[in-house]
Each structure stands twice: as structure tokens, then as C-alpha cells.
């Protein structure tokens, strides 16, 4: 079974539960304040923001959107996104919540699909120029599930503008710490704790070494590939069931990543002004049974632009 297929088969199942809980909302709050607060930092002129260079027209795609938390996180800020999940059950859950906030489809709306299929790497159904030119690409926590990082960025980096920026988060290597049985952070236990994933048979053309920066964090948690398969019933992925958790496992490449290690993937992609940093704090998180305070970093990096035009 392909990876991206084992991605598909993991989020159907897990889209009814995936971030309804409590702890959940706070990660993407957490994730949303972060990234709203560093709409300069970005390096692209927004909507709607009050400053003399806002864009009137500003595009996202987001990719491996999941339930929306890239799309939520910078809506006020654009006038239209598309987004792309690999998962039918992840796409539903989606347009059902931008349909209940009163979004239109013509504003918002999202489509099954992949992009990174080496066999395939220009998919019929995203050749139209609604496809092309975004300002913005996102990608929440998907990452560590994408089977050669390099490729993945660069796929992105073509559906951008010049002078267009890609954003992504994802887990740092080496920033969990266990959590007792109330949620209290346990004194010693900084490590690798969510997932323990190597040598799992798939590729690693991601151009990027762990532990190169001291720090060592997994990745259990994936915002990015859902929807929900008639052939599968949806679960609750933060309960300790060993077939969910094989499905989990074997929808992970690489478990986290290193700041230098995202700085190099970005760079070999082809971006400028790549920069990675981490959560003030760690988040809380559950995966199954287990309980864990989680590191986050995010990162962003930038098409050159054409010569000869304008920086923005």
C-alpha cells in the first residue's frame, strides 16, 4: 500500500475525532495566535489588516487542509482559499464547517486531491489557472507524514507567485515532555515521546538530519489529511487502540524535525527568506492513552521573485 494511501486510510478513519477535543482547541489556538501575530514576519501583503499595502486580492491554498486550521487561522487575512486533502472524509469535515460559519464555496472550499505524486506530478485536475499563482501555501502538521519533504516544498513552491510564501508547522525534535496522570509536565522527561518511527521502508529524500540541533521531538499529532471513508468508521485517535495507533505509525515518515533540518528542505526546494522558530510554550497534547506536553515549530520561507518585478 502506498503512503499516500496508508495517509488516506489513517485520517478517513480518525475525521470525526480529530481535534473536537478540549486540548485540541488550545493547540490550534495556540498555533493560530502565533501565526497572526507574525503576519509581518510572513513576508506578503495581507488583506484586511489596516495597513497601506494590504493586498485586494490575496490568495491560500491549503494543503493537506484538514478541518481548516490554516484556512481558520488566516481567513480574515485573504479573500479566497482552496484547499487540497488527500483524505474525502477530511474534505467533508471542511466544507461542512465553512458552510456553518456562512462561508461560501466561491470564498472557501476544498477538494480531494495529491500533488505530490511522483508519477503524476501534474495532476489534470489542478492545471487550471485558479491552481497557479497563490500568495499563500499552507501545510498544518503535515509534514512528518510526507514521503520526500524536498519534492513536497517544491511542488508547493510552483503553485506560488513569485515573491509568494509557503507557512507550515509541525513537531520539533526532541521537545516532548511526559505529562503525569494530570496533565502535569514531568521534570526530566524532555525527549522523543509521541511516536518512535525509523526504518519504517519509506523513502527519506527530505535533505534534512536529525538531531543536528540538540533538541529531539516526534510527531503525533497531523492536521493535515482527513476525511472520513465509507469503508472505514471513524475512531478516536487519542485512545490506545493498537490498530488505530499501526494505521498512525504507518501514516508517518519522520516523526519531527530539527529547526536546521527545515531550513535545509526549504532551501533545497528553492525558497529565500526561510526562517523556522518554535511556540513560546509547549502544547498539551493526547495520542493514544498517552499524555505529553509537545514543542511546535513553524517556518516560512519565499519564491525568488522574477527579475526585473517588485518585491510585493
Known amino acids: 500500500m502506498s503512503l499516500a494511501e496508508l495517509n488516506r486510510k489513517y485520517f478517513d478513519t480518525i475525521s470525526d475525532s480529530y481535534d473536537t477535543k478540549p486540548w485540541f482547541a488550545a493547540v490550534n489556538t495556540q498555533v493560530a495566535d502565533e501565526l497572526r501575530s507574525r503576519l509581518n514576519w510572513i513576508g506578503i501583503p495581507f488583506a484586511n489588516t489596516g495597513s497601506s499595502a494590504d493586498g485586494s486580492e490575496v490568495r491560500l491554498l491549503d494543503y493537506a487542509c ?24 477530511m474534505v467533508s469535515t471542511f466544507q461542512s464547517r465553512a458552510a ?5 464555496r466561491s470564498t472557501v472550499d476544498a477538494v480531494v486531491g495529491d500533488l505530490f505524486d511522483k508519477a503524476n506530478p501534474q495532476p489534470a485536475e489542478f492545471a487550471g489557472k485558479e491552481w497557479w499563482d497563490f500568495d499563500l501555501a499552507t501545510v498544518g502538521f503535515g509534514f512528518h507524514h510526507f514521503e520526500d519533504v524536498v519534492h513536497a516544498a517544491t511542488q508547493l513552491k510552483e503553485r ?28 526530566g522527561s524532555q525527549g ?5 518511527k525509523h526504518g519504517h521502508g519509506h523513502s527519506h ?40 495507533r499501526k494505521k498512525m505509525m504507518d501514516s508517518i515518515v519522520v516523526p519531527h ?37 509537545r514543542t511546535i515549530l513553524i517556518a516560512k520561507g519565499r519564491r525568488p521573485e522574477v527579475a526585473g518585478k517588485s518585491e510585493l
Not at 100 to 104: E, K, M, Q, V
Request: charged share 25%.
Open 160 to 187: 506560488l507567485r513569485p515573491g509568494g510564501a509557503l507557512v507550515i508547522n509541525d513537531f520539533l525534535e526532541g521537545g516532548d515532555v511526559l505529562a503525569d496522570e494530570h496533565g502535569r509536565p514531568v521534570e
Open 257 to 293: 524535525f530539527t529547526m536546521d533540518g527545515v531550513k535545509q528542505f526549504f532551501t533545497d526546494a528553492g525558497f529565500v527568506d526561510v526562517d523556522v522558530v518554535t511556540l513560546k510554550e509547549r502544547s498539551y497534547m493526547e495520542f493514544g492513552g498517552k499524555k505529553l506536553w
Open 192 to 196: 522523543n515521546h509521541a511516536v518512535h
Open 100 to 104: 456553518s460559519a456562512g462561508l461560501p
Open 66 to 89: 484538514g478541518t481548516g486550521l490554516m484556512t481558520r487561522t488566516f481567513g480574515p487575512y485573504v479573500t479566497r482559499t482552496l484547499g487540497i486533502d488527500i483524505s474525502p472524509n
Open 205 to 244: 529524500s527530505h535533505g534534512h538530519k536529525h538531531g543536528d540541533d540538540g533538541t529531539h521531538h516526534d510527531s503525533l499529532d497531523h492536521a493535515h489529511k482527513h476525511q472520513h471513508n465509507p469503508d472505514s468508521a471513524s475512531q478516536d485517535f487519542t485512545k490506545h487502540d493498537p490498530e488505530l
